[in-house]
Structure formats: structure tokens, C-alpha cells
């Protein structure tokens, strides 16, 4: 599965960003999907995912997150997006998409994707 990123850029503290990533495979739909970053110096975190299970999809975030950020699919199940708001100089980092075969996938409790995208910079000036 390749997966195909964009949407990263330069913003101002407390504006807006959205990330995009489709994957190659239609089979996608039933994957687990959602998106990791690494800052400079720093280890790669979680930051959201959107699990299947039984035709619907769960989204999980991590705690910084806060509620700042909304991630989603498209109907197709092919696409994840991730819509961050308010967002701050600290979110600065490259932003992975990711993949799982298992659509129940539980990054944020220690498993980790199957796949990976290449990243895309964000940038949040202050």
C-alpha cells in the first residue's frame, strides 16, 4: 500500500491546516488510518487515527491534541484527513500518514501502523 500525503505549509499561531492522505488500495476502506508527526530532536508520536469495526470508524487522538483537531475519512474509506485548528508553535513537525491492516488498530496504546506515507512539513510560525 503506498500512501500519498499533502496539505502541509507555513501558518500563524491559531490558524488552520488540513492534511490529506489516500491510499492506494481500495481495500483501505477497512484499514486503520490517521497520521503521526516528529519534531526536530524529538521520537515520532501518535496523533490520530480513525479505526474500523463493523462499518463504522473511531477516531482516537492523542491527549495534546486537546481538541483542536478533527480527523476523518472520505465516503470511499480511501482518504484521511486531518483538520487542525488553533494551532500552535509547538505543533511545528513533520506530519506522517500511517496505515494499518488490522482496521482495530490501537496506535495510541503501543501498536504501530503496517505502512507509512511520506511526510509533509508543518510549520506554525508565533
Known amino acids: 500500500v503506498q500512501l500519498q500525503a499533502s496539505g502541509g505549509g507555513l501558518v500563524q499561531a491559531g490558524g488552520s491546516l488540513r492534511l490529506s492522505c489516500t491510499a492506494s488500495?481500495?481495500?483501505?476502506?477497512?484499514?486503520?488510518m490517521g497520521w503521526f508527526r516528529q519534531a526536530p530532536g524529538k521520537e515520532r508520536e501518535f496523533v490520530s487515527l480513525?479505526?474500523?469495526?463493523?462499518?463504522?470508524?473511531?477516531?482516537d487522538y492523542a491527549d495534546f491534541v486537546s481538541g483542536r483537531f478533527t480527523v476523518e475519512r472520505n465516503n470511499a474509506g480511501d482518504t484521511v484527513y486531518l483538520q487542525m485548528n488553533s494551532l500552535k508553535a509547538e505543533d511545528t513537525a513533520v506530519y506522517y500518514c500511517?496505515?494499518?491492516?488490522?482496521?482495530?488498530?490501537?496506535?495510541?496504546?503501543?501498536?504501530?501502523?503496517?505502512?507509512w506515507g511520506q511526510g509533509t512539513q508543518v510549520t506554525v510560525s508565533s
Open positions: 500511517a496505515a494499518s491492516l488490522s482496521g482495530g488498530s490501537r496506535w495510541n496504546f503501543g501498536m504501530r501502523p503496517d505502512y
Open positions: 488500495r481500495r481495500t483501505a476502506s477497512t484499514y486503520a
Open positions: 480513525t479505526r474500523w469495526s463493523g462499518g463504522i470508524y473511531y477516531a
